[in-house]
Nanobody
Framework: QVQLVESGGGLVQPGGSLSLSCATS????????AGWFRQAPGKEREGISCISNIGINTYYEDSVKGRFTISRDDTKGAVYLQMNSLKPEDTAVYYC????????????????WGQGIQVTVSS
């Protein structure tokens, strides 16, 4: 059974940091690109960061460049998103996803989704 389970979300003050983790099972992670999407209230879900299946290529949406870092550990079946300098506009439900290539961040061609986790940036 394919599973992607996010953890590490919560409430943080503006300027703070959070580290999201995605634990995968039921498939071979190193065959897939992986990424993080988010959906803010009233907005469409968007791809914010993706990483290729070997980890050589990464993509960051403009609003998170320089603040967020994606990484993966295929030996653990895990994908991570380090989020620094968080802003209120980063408030959203964050989803882990896997697909064929890192271009899934813009194409939305995703094979598997996690259930999502809330991140709230507020003072």
């Amino acid at each position: 059974q394919v599973q992607l389970v996010e953890s590490g979300g919560g409430l943080v003050q503006p300027g703070g940091s959070l580290s999201l983790s995605c634990a995968t099972s039921g498939f071979t992670l190193d065959w897939y690109a992986a990424g993080w999407f988010r959906q803010a209230p009233g907005k469409e879900r968007e791809g914010i960061s993706c990483i290729s299946n070997i980890g050589i290529n990464t993509y960051y949406e403009d609003s998170v460049k320089g603040r967020f870092t994606i990484s993966r550990d295929d030996t653990k079946g895990a994908v991570y998103l380090q989020m620094n300098s968080l802003k209120p506009e980063d408030t959203a439900v964050y989803y882990c996803a896997v697909g064929a290539t890192e271009s899934m961040c813009t194409s939305n061609y995703v094979d598997y989704w996690g259930q999502g986790i809330q991140v709230t940036v507020s003072s």
